[in-house]
């Protein structure tokens, strides 16, 4: 429910920063190529260093979400989340030194391109169809969630609310192309620290510093490290945080198409993995500071919950609530905050724009032109049509917010569609660059069989609620806040409690979808392609470059594999030319 309105320096500040946003889109228009070729339009013409591509890498993916999403974690189930910090340190080597070698050395627009080279056709486009539906439903969450903190704070409509993030971001992405989402990013990621910091500051001052920010924390239950259970289906543990963590941590940042899209727009390898380090620091800060944003949340409101006062619908809204409770007295500060949680969605969703405007040329439009013509379609050509279709992306982004209200809290939300598509095709990818026996009709049985287990598992259900900490309404005032307060007294004290009966595959934590698609993939596929190719049913010509199969085309392969397998090669042709100088010298 709406509760507030900005007043005239909030107002002045939001629009601002939303022109500025415009007005670095008009800029990458109309300055160096001026976008007319898609080498420009999509890869920025692989000029871009390395610092506003780190930024851009984090900025892609925990925005939003981020901001609201990791914040209500600890503010409603404690600190448990902050585990998964170590599946990105343990996860960033192998994104760097595994995977992007191998998309480094195609320089292809379109990461799927690898998996013609390296199965077929038909597994480019299995697995570009997959990543095409998981960041559309991507794109609906992370426009809804700052449209929902506007409402909140505002008392804007969030339909108001989703149009004008969506097509300001629709706007700048379809005008400036990569170029100005990078730059973008950069400023909006800015904006997003100021967001979290603004928020911790205030509360901290209001405490009287961060040690009764941590002291009531702890006191109350939210400071958690310790669960080290081993059962699948609590929400969140070491194991569930960071081996789920570091598979939907790869799946992002190793083989996804929209992170691969900005490692590939700089200059050489060594600049793309120095990104990949960097954001490694810029990902924890971000992830810290939101989770001890929590904290300072529920210190100011640790007697009386909001949502149990009717203040507001979802503790989605709780941190927008804040900034309206305690930042009306700085000017401008609340809409400092707004900007923020704008610029985080903003970043979000031009990078969705950008890939999918990049695969939908290079996977689909390219392939049809080239069926229906029986030529290539020029790159002079193909910009005014990939520019066409961000924008229809941007605008069918602004549709699908409208019903992401529905898929629950943001952060579960977005992590499941991450878990239910990324880990299928991080195996697919894994198989790829790390196996020469598998074949596609193998690992396209086991891509279709993880697809359905993930999405039956991710999005059956009925599943059960998530519980939470406690709440008190104790230092409520308003007689809503105490009938709500009692009511939960009464029920906590029930003699006999009766719980619904879930399906035991509904109750498994979210995070660890992603790990069982991942492995059902693997298993399946390798499987299948062993079996296959025995019986005659599948082969596997496309990783070698002779007609004999003897040659192997080692840039298919990770690099640590393939120098093993080139030394192998090369022993063995040693070997065989040692045995023929032997058997001409016996003669």
Not at 157 to 180: E, M, Q
Not at 207 to 218: L, N, R, S, T
Not at 352 to 377: G, H, Q
């Amino acid at each position: 429910m709406p509760v507030g309105t900005f007043d005239a320096w909030d107002t002045a500040v939001l629009i601002s920063i939303l022109v500025i946003s415009a007005l670095i889109g008009i800029y990458y228009r109309y300055t160096g190529g001026k976008q007319k070729t898609t080498q420009e339009y999509l890869m920025a013409d692989q000029s871009m260093t390395t610092f506003p591509v780190s930024f851009s890498l984090m900025a892609s993916f925990m925005s939003a979400i981020s901001l609201m999403g990791v914040s209500n974690e600890s503010y409603e189930f404690g600190t448990m989340f902050c585990v998964i910090n170590i599946a990105y340190v343990l996860s960033t080597p192998i994104a760097a030194y595994l995977f992007l070698p191998v998309f480094y050395r195609m320089r292809t627009t379109s990461v799927y391109e690898y998996l013609e080279r390296r199965f077929g056709q038909a597994t480019r486009l299995s697995a570009s169809l997959a990543f095409t539906v998981q960041m559309i439903l991507y794109m609906g969450i992370a426009l809804y969630a700052p449209a929902l903190a506007l409402e909140a704070v505002t008392g804007i409509p969030r339909s108001w609310a989703i149009v004008v993030i969506g097509l300001v971001c629709t706007f700048y992405s379809t005008l400036g192309g990569l170029k100005a989402v990078l730059i973008t990013d950069v400023f909006q990621s800015f904006l997003m620290f100021a967001a979290i910091y603004a928020v911790i500051f205030v509360s901290a001052i209001k405490a009287g510093g961060f040690a009764a920010i941590w002291e009531v924390a702890v006191e109350r239950g939210r400071v958690q490290f310790d669960d080290f259970s081993l059962d699948p289906t609590a929400r969140h543990t070491w194991w569930s945080l960071i081996i789920g963590g570091m598979v939907t941590y790869l799946s992002l940042y190793g083989v996804n198409q929209t992170q691969v899209q900005r490692l590939l727009s700089v200059r050489n390898l060594k600049s793309a993995q120095s990104a990949l380090w960097w954001n490694l620091p810029i990902l924890g800060m971000l992830s810290f500071s939101t989770i001890f944003s929590g904290l300072a949340i529920f210190y100011y409101y640790r007697d009386c919950d909001p949502v149990l006062e009717g203040r507001i619908e979802k503790r989605d809204q709780v941190m927008p609530l804040f900034a309206l409770d305690t930042m009306g007295q700085y000017p401008g500060l609340c809409g400092l905050f707004v900007s923020g949680i704008f610029s985080a969605s903003l970043s979000t969703i031009s990078s969705a724009v950008t890939s999918l405007s990049a695969v939908t040329l290079e996977d689909y439009l390219k392939p049809l032109y080239k069926t229906i013509f029986k030529r290539t379609l020029v790159d002079s050509k193909s910009t005014l049509p990939t520019k066409v279709v961000a924008c229809i992306f941007g605008l069918l982004c602004i549709g699908l917010a409208f019903v992401a209200g529905s898929l629950g809290g943001v952060l579960q939300a977005s992590l499941t569609i991450f878990g239910v598509v990324g880990g299928p095709l991080l195996a697919v990818f894994t198989l790829g660059v790390c196996t020469t026996r598998t074949n596609q009709r193998g690992v396209l049985l086991g891509f279709l069989a993880s697809l359905m287990v993930s999405f039956w598992m991710g999005f059956g259900g009925p599943k059960p609620k998530p519980v939470t900490l406690d709440f008190s309404t104790s230092g409520c005032s308003n007689a809503t806040a105490l009938l709500a307060h009692a009511i939960e007294l009464n029920a906590n004290s029930s003699p006999v409690v009766i719980e619904p009966h879930y399906f035991w595959l509904y109750r498994i934590s979210y995070l660890w979808l992603s790990v069982i698609g991942f492995l059902i993939a693997v298993v399946v596929g390798y499987g299948s392609s062993i079996v296959l190719a025995h019986f005659g049913k599948a082969e596997n010509t496309e990783i070698y470059l002779d007609k004999y199969q003897k040659q192997l085309d080692y840039d298919l392969f990770a690099p640590v594999l393939s120098r093993r397998w080139r030394r192998q090669a090369e022993q063995r042709n040693n070997l065989a030319q040692d045995e023929t100088l032997t058997k001409l010298t016996q003669q």
